[in-house]
């Protein structure tokens, strides 16, 4: 039995709207580019359940979110988030690892920024794990500059043992 290898041409990826795919793909694709191992929640399962979370809450725009689909798989995919003219914001962005220096993800986000343009979106901002150099020299060769550093905390409750009353403690950052 053989194996067609995969095309690097990025030219023979398909552009395919989230409205037209089963989101079970797309969950599998941005876990894998995210990792799989559980970690922050990576798993297809977690993915799921959050793409269901944000096409319910109208949040995430199925028409403008977009997959690169080869031969019926799904390489990668970007969620595209739609507010008030002017603002929208990419989401999620990710390409499977064996996928990735192909000019996929400029390819992706290209089309997804061109639709939010498109919608008088003029304003599109995204956020970036760092460090991610591949991402943040993709995002600024496109045009995006790097306005602030968001902090961001999380607490696994499976490591977390309450053993008095919990205080909210609020961070300010300077801009």
Known sequence: VTEAAPTTDAAAVDL???????????????????GEDGAAGHTPTAWRAMLGLELESGRCDPALSTALVQNGRVLGACIARLGDAPYAHIGATGIRPGRRGQGLGRRLVSHVLQGMLGRA??????????PNLAAESLYES????PQRELLT???????????GRLR??????EE
């Open 16 to 34: 395919v709207p989230f409205g037209e795919l089963p989101m079970r793909q797309v969950a599998d694709a941005l876990a894998a580019a995210f």
């Open 121 to 130: 979106h003029d304003r599109v901002t995204l956020e970036v794990e760092r």
């Open 142 to 145: 496109l045009g995006f500059r």
């Open 153 to 163: 905390v999380q607490l696994r409750k499976e490591r977390f043992r309450a053993t």
């Open 168 to 173: 909210t403690v609020r961070v300010a950052a």
